[in-house]
């Protein structure tokens, strides 16, 4: 028996869950596991509840879960609340350093059915399949932050942006792993020509290189590496980089695979994993049935290689994503340039596209 902690969160959220623990209780009832869910309240929805974005029980169940899938949190309505009450600063960054996730994997893999789905020519992006590794728990967005009166009436804003030797070692080191069972080559991102941080970073990386001979290490400044990724993305198999510029490149990087409704990501470090997919909460199509909850459900194929050791069934929520894709079934945000190979494209809304994975599911 695994126990999951489900967190739906705000906006498109509560559609997208849902969506992925259907394909889950699917894979279960194909495979024979036993999955238990709890559902508990993050983000807006929980200030809303209780006034606090992470309440002691979510954090707890959280905690004694086996792992965590997540929706997206955040809202227009909650942008003005203190700043430790907003969603993300109040709930998402204490959960992922209470949960001890210093490492975020994006896979950004094109799925054959999307070629013409995305914005960029089809030559640029067949076969691209990039491995970002983004460190989650220090750099900017954890650093002390804090405004001042200026003697001219106005304010001054400070945020700090620290690394540690250890920091980096740990997760360049995790990338090194990766990479190794990879293409093994490994691309270290950074701005060590601008920052202090970005050369200890830079110096770090140097020193690892030599113990992983059989990886190739390029290091890439981040202005270059978000070029690089619209003109030549198929150079790159693992990035890995620091949390802001990672937090970047990789909605950069959704884009090569048709929409950021595709890509999952996996938050892995500490005992517990945390598995969500890589867009917020869209409040423009929230409520609508139109968000694409692909990325979600493959969301939960991470959480059950990762967490679970299950690659089989990892594999069959893969699979059952690229048939789907293939026989051309598309929500509306992959519809733009969409085709499927000379087959009809069939629009559906979060709920069908669910249905149909698990259709698929069931009969692969
Ligand atoms: P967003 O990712 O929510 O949306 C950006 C655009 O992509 C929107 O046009 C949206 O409709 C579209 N989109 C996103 N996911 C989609 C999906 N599954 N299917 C179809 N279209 C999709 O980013 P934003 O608009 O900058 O942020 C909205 C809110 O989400 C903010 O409050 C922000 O703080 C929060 N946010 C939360 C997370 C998280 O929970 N991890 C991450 C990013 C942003």
Redesign the pocket.
Known sequence: MYNIAVLP?D??GVE?VPEAIKALKAVAEKFGHEFKFEEALIGGAAYDAVGHPLPPETLEICKKSDAVLLG?????QYDELPVHLRP?IGA?LPLRKELALFSNLRPCILFPGLLQASTIKEEVIQGVDIMVIRELTGGLYFGDKYREKTLDGGEKATDILTYSTDEIERIVRFAYEVARKRRKKLCSVDKANVLESSRLWRETVSVLEKEYPDVETIHMYVDNCSMQLIRDPRQFDVIVTENMFGDILTDEASMLTG???MLPSASIGGEVGLY??S???????AGQN???PL?TILSAAMLLRYSFNMDKEAEVIEQAVTRVLEEGYR?G?LLSCSDSGGKEIKVLGTREMGDVIVEKIMLL
Not at 72 to 76: L, N, S, V
Not at 279 to 285: L, Q, R, V
């Open positions: 969160g906006g498109i997208i997206a949190i955040g809202g227009p993300e998402l929409s950021i409704g969500e997919p867009h917020g909460s869209a409040p423009d199509i139109k968000a694409n990325a929500t945000d």
